[in-house]
DNA sequence: TATGAATGAGCTTTCATTCAT
DNA sequence: TATGAATGAAAGCTCATTCAT
């Protein structure tokens, strides 16, 4: 039990080190060693929990990505209307993405480069679907417009990674009105207008 | 002449084979050596025209996002009313990031890492300048809505990205129909409703 | 225990071979390469035990110049008189330069060229005392020259290095008569003349 | 004849470009393109005056070994005594070596290095005829020791260059006091005491 | 004679990975 | 399970030298 809890603990050490030093130097220039010292452990321990760095990075992509997803959906109930729903799921995204800043911001690095082979970035989609069925079912009520997911996710979610990446970067400050004012444009860009 | 001529050839060469290559395999995994051998020249030779990697794409970046605002406003004139000069500059935005796809997914790439240094991103951003200035326009006449052009950006053009993306690894083919799904989308997203 | 003296070898090994080599070829036509070879190490090895090249020439010169202090004072003790002394003195670093012909020869390559930095320069110098203070003692009591240590070093210790030199390059060849006439004149220069 | 005079600064210009880009860094650390800047010419034109690196080195070293020692006896006169010879050869080498500072730290590195081969080695010794005829004379006349012309010159020139040396890291400053008083220690050194 | 552009070879150094313990 | 030492391979970059002009 202890044994397996050290073991536990020194995964998840490897993963958010992992984390930090690509969002701060990118895959390619975080040495295995470095990732091990900031875990406390030694390059060769690396290599019990993980075939090699890209299985390292593949798997702490999946990682993020679901606790993105578990974080996005938690609140939401299928009985909620396609309007609440929506909002619900949405202000949860925006919340994560602005407050779990490191892991939105290597989800960013990873959705924008080749640093994840494909398997993994499949993986990573999978736990999506409760929203899929929201805008399923706001198709069907003609409440949101009959297109493309892509198309929606692209308007209505999408943007908060760039908003997030420009706070990041010290350009701007989301705050409550501006928040506000993002939902409202990924809101309209998805609804039908009566 | 014809000697000049050469090193501008070789200059491109370079700034091409970095664009391909970081595309397929990300800045630091493409060794100097590669980029050389697909532009034809000597490891050595790039030295004359880059500082080195860094700066080589540094300004391949500048280079790329300066093609692409050139082509973004090109058929746009500041005498068009603020609905025809968006949909104008929208639409090339488009036709770019779905025709060159390369120097697109190069941008994303650049925008989305910690790859390029701080004063090439802010040389990057310069040439906008006529999209914002068309957006006061529009808040001026209480078309678009009064908020950051950063908002602006994420929920009108940003999206673009996405698409571009998502079309590239093959998930959805982005023809007339979805363009104008997206441009109205877009539109939907920042214009005032009456 | 076993492996840290194998660590304490490679170091070793590491140390003569640069200084051999340096002998050879000079300091910077000396590959970190060719110094991992003849170390029985692979080049990336080095880096476990010196910063970098510069870091190990530097501790070469360190190690080798405190050998060499070491051996020159090994058998003087300060109740000599001060002509014992000297002759003591004169005829082990004599003795060490004409022996220790490898690193005589890396002494005087690094004392005559750029190659080592400011601070290991000083740090070798430090062990030289027993020396300036023998030669204190010699002026007090009237029978060394009152005037600089250096020039005190100048005519009396540093020709060996010159002769060693020559010797090497088959110039000539320093017998028990040739080093009794030159202790004469190393004496007979910095000895006060009754 | 200008064009002759032309050829001639440049190759001028090229040795003197040597002479302090190597003092400076040492003769492997200082790059031909380095040269050929300070020399004002192109990289390509160093190579219609000299064959290679190592040929440029080998002519700048007799170069100014030649000019060392057209300076060392300039004054001489084969009419002189031998105590008058050696104190006017003594003081003109001192001079040199103290005075042409860039040239005297050149030799010392040329003369404690493998950077010079051995035939322009023993080119450069060739001129100094005239002492060596002067010591044989000393010699014959029982005032100089009968012994080898190498430690004849280790104990009563060599130290020159060492003093240069310690006087050009700044450890010493030499007047004409301590001039005064290495001209007794060297000849101390190597005349017969009667 | 003189050049600037070009380069192949080789340098120092790093790093993902392995292995003896 | 855990490690620190070790390494082969490869990276970015430099430089003596050449070549077209």
């Not at 992992?18 to 452990?41: Q, R, Y």
């Amino acid at each position: 039990m202890a044994a397996l809890q050290k073991s536990i603990d020194k995964r998840n050490a490897l993963i958010e080190a992992t984390i930090e030093l690509v969002n701060n130097d990118g895959f390619h220039a975080t040495p295995m060693s470095k990732i091990a010292k900031m875990a406390n452990v030694s390059p060769a321990t690396i290599y019990l929990y993980f075939d090699n760095k890209q299985d390292l990075v593949n798997k702490t992509y999946i990682e993020v990505k679901s606790r993105y997803t578990a974080y996005a959906f938690e609140t939401y109930r299928e009985t909620m209307s396609v309007e609440e729903g929506f909002e619900v799921i949405w202000k949860r995204i925006a919340d994560f993405k602005l407050k779990e800043v490191a892991d939105a911001m290597f989800l960013a690095q990873c959705d924008n480069t080749p640093m994840i082979d494909e398997p993994s970035r499949r993986e990573g989609i999978k736990h999506l679907q409760p929203l899929l069925d929201l805008w399923a079912r706001g198709k069907a009520e003609g409440i949101i417009k009959p297109i493309s997911d892509y198309l929606l996710y692209a308007y209505s979610i999408n943007p908060l990674s760039f908003l997030m990446l420009v706070e990041n970067r010290g350009a701007i400050k989301i705050g409550p009105q501006e928040l506000e004012e993002a939902f409202q444009a990924a809101w309209s860009s998805i609804k039908i207008n009566r």
